[in-house]
């Protein structure tokens, strides 16, 4: 079977504010994530959560900063999404790529500092969470935000004349 070209949808229609309240939502389970995960794992667990700022590379990380920085997080992926749902053909499958790697820099990056291992591992798996969460929120609340645009139905060519019937 194929398709007529000219008979596919348009550009997608997004509801930009349901699209950025997901995204503002996804923003503050972020910073509660991170706030959740560093008093879980140095309260409870008594290890350090590292933060790309402090002494050398990696320093120890105020919880505030961590939560502000996963918020932020949050917000840029949701407009990341808002420009590759307008732009992009399959916009989520490139979204779930650029998240997906993004957290793979964040899982790794811990482990380039001089910390004790289980710093690192901490680390890792609070980035892993964040990531994942973020990624699955945004993905979802664009998912609801957006529907295919309008068909685009055949119309004479450029020129206004129809071709001759058989």
Request: charged share 10%; proline share 9%; no cysteine.
């Amino acid at each position: 079977m194929t398709t007529n070209p000219a008979a596919r949808s348009g550009p997608p229609v997004v509801d930009a504010g349901r699209l950025w309240a997901g995204g503002v939502a996804t923003a503050v389970i972020g910073a509660l994530i991170a706030v959740v995960g560093i008093v879980l794992v140095r309260g409870v667990f008594d290890i350090p959560i590292l933060a790309p700022e402090g002494e050398g590379t990696w320093g120890d990380a105020s919880t505030g900063w961590y939560a502000a920085g996963a918020a932020l997080a949050a917000l840029v992926s949701t407009g990341l999404v808002h420009v590759l749902l307008l732009t992009t053909p399959q916009p989520l499958r490139f979204f779930a790529w650029v998240v997906g790697l993004a957290t793979v820099i964040g899982v790794v990056a811990p482990f380039t500092s001089n910390a004790g291992v289980d710093a690192q591992v901490a680390t890792a798996g609070l980035n892993l969470v964040l990531g994942i969460a973020i990624g699955t929120l945004v993905s979802s609340v664009a998912r609801s935000a957006s529907r295919p645009g309008p068909r685009r139905r055949p119309g004479p060519p450029a020129d206004g004349t129809w071709p001759a019937g058989p």
